[in-house]
């Protein structure tokens, strides 16, 4: 794959790692709606492996589902006549194909075969497969998932074939405008199988994308924060020794009679001498002792003391960039270059005992029956973030150091000299990582009684960028959708496809409902300013109440355009709207009370997606399928942090909001 120059400008985001980690991906389309194509198109122009396209249509019987997972079709001019009154533009209407060179010799292709063709045009580097089935509500999803671990199905295609050496290393499913009857049974068996899931939906000028997260949980090693602070470690103490053996080479500021010289010494050099000159100043002063940390500016005016010090050592103010920087950047030298709080929680959530249990694997494991229920790229997380915990004890809470200095004015000697400083404590630092990842294998191997094990030693790239990101590592967990489905709707008709003991040992249920809980409450005090009424939030309620009124009958409201039944199927919306509000604990916030559970107010929001009927409108999908694709990536690739939970569009008013339900 010619990824230097095909994909120049994307690598500069999520670099070559993250390349690679989505042409290893299958992702698999669970219907081929005009927001699910548009997802799946924003996915192949970058370059996924693979994808599958699955949805309903007459299939031939006595064929088993990796007999009729086909690859793509061939792209014939019939497949581009659209009809006037098609709204999705990768979906024409039904076209027959001539097969064999005989005119009367025409079959029909499917949704499928056809958004699977015209998908397959954008990018020639990305194999596309399309699966036709009776019904999507009736599939095995189960026997489905399990095939596509297996990889792509045997072909006689040049292309296929070379797609279906070696299996995807991750599958993402994305569901595209599907009724709960395809949701919840879709959404459980990903959960089961720590698969990613991604629900989209375009109802009329409304839409959003719920992100299920692969179970225990997605891990971000590069969540590419946009305000990094440089890691200087101008603040920890002891001093590591290439910097204080840089900052020794200018004895003294003050006595520098060289103009030209003094305007071209480091910023980090007159950061540190300031401080020694500071700590003169204040009642506790600087204690000559390693084991005892000396004083560092902490209350406001101590900082702005210290600033002006900063600029008191300057000879020619207007004249020195160097001391213009070492002003800017004067918080570097109180900035607590500690693992945050949010870093804490993340590796609170690795236990050892847990990690050597999912690593080792069992007699059944060594037989081939199971494998782990942990996936591999999560089990290396957690190997690299106990690493990351021993190492904190051993460092005074201090991560690895990054290694990479920002730009200053300075002479080369002294730039160079600095930046190998950092880089040799980084080196030094990573080694150390190694080491102890080293030792936690061993001690896998050891409880494992001769047994091999779920996990190899992460490769010298992986630690390397584990260790730079090491201060900004997040997780983020998701409730499973169908465990979410119950809360909102317990007497759904639609939950008795499930078994009861699907709902039984949810991890963190609890703790994710009530955080769930108290972000609802918060964005109520955040409504739209414009028009409350066109609050993201509101029409995801009145969203979630249409598929309440299909899981009783069948359909969507508002199928019957006579005055009487949209009225009746607006009444009906409007009860299970209010049911939704309950179940969400949000009955009592006086912004829902206002704008919702005023009947008035909420009949309208009822009468507006009833009026829908389930339409499609491409641009809606458009948007939702931009924003879907830009989460997808991110779960791909484990860089940047998703969205939490729920993005809503509201095409009404052009806003949006992100939800954690």
Partial sequence: MATTDKYDRQLRLWGASGQRALGSTMVVLVGSSACGTETLKNLVLP????FLVVDDGEV??????????????????SLLQFEAQSSNFFLPAPSKVASGGDDNNQKTLSKAAMACALLSELNPDVFGFHYTVPSLEGLDYSALLEIIKQGPPPSNGSS????????????????ADQPSTVTLPLSYECHNRSIPLLVVRSYGLLGYARIQTASPYHCITEAKKSNRIPDLRLSAWPLFEGLKNVASTVSNLDEMDDTKDHSHVPFVIILLQALDKWRGT????????????????????????FRKLVKGMAKNLNNEINFEEAIREAHLTWVDGRVSDEVKEVLDRVDEKDFLA??????????????????AHVLQFQLLALALKRFLKQNDGYPPLEGKIPDMTSDTTRYVALQEAYQRQAEQDRAKIYEIAKELLDECRQASNGCDLHIDMPSDDEIVTFCK????????ETRPLYAEYKVQDPASPALSILKPTFFENIPNFDTIQADARDDLQSAMFDPYETDPIQTPLLWWIALRACDAFYDRHDHYPGKHDQELALESDANEVYKFMTQIVTNLGLSECDFIKEQLLDSAKGKDLAREVVRYDEAEIHNIAAVVGGVASQEAVKLITGQYVPLNDTYVYNGIASTAGVYKF
Avoid: H, W
């Fill in 160 to 175: 296929a074939t070379a797609a279906s050496s070696t299996s995807p290393q991750k599958i993402l499913v994305i569901a």
């Fill in 282 to 305: 204040v009642s506790a002063p600087f204690n000559p002792d390693p084991a005892l940390r000396p004083r560092y500016p902490e209350t406001f005016q101590e900082k702005e003391d």
């Fill in 47 to 50: 370059g996924v492996g693979s």
């Fill in 60 to 77: 031939s019987s006595n064929t088993t589902a990796r007999e009729v997972i086909q690859k793509c079709p061939e792209l014939y001019p």
């Fill in 358 to 375: 999912s690593a080792t694997k069992s007699e059944m494991d060594v037989e081939g029956s199971t494998t782990s229920s942990v996936p």
């Fill in 469 to 476: 990101n090491a201060r900004y590592l997040r997780i983020l």
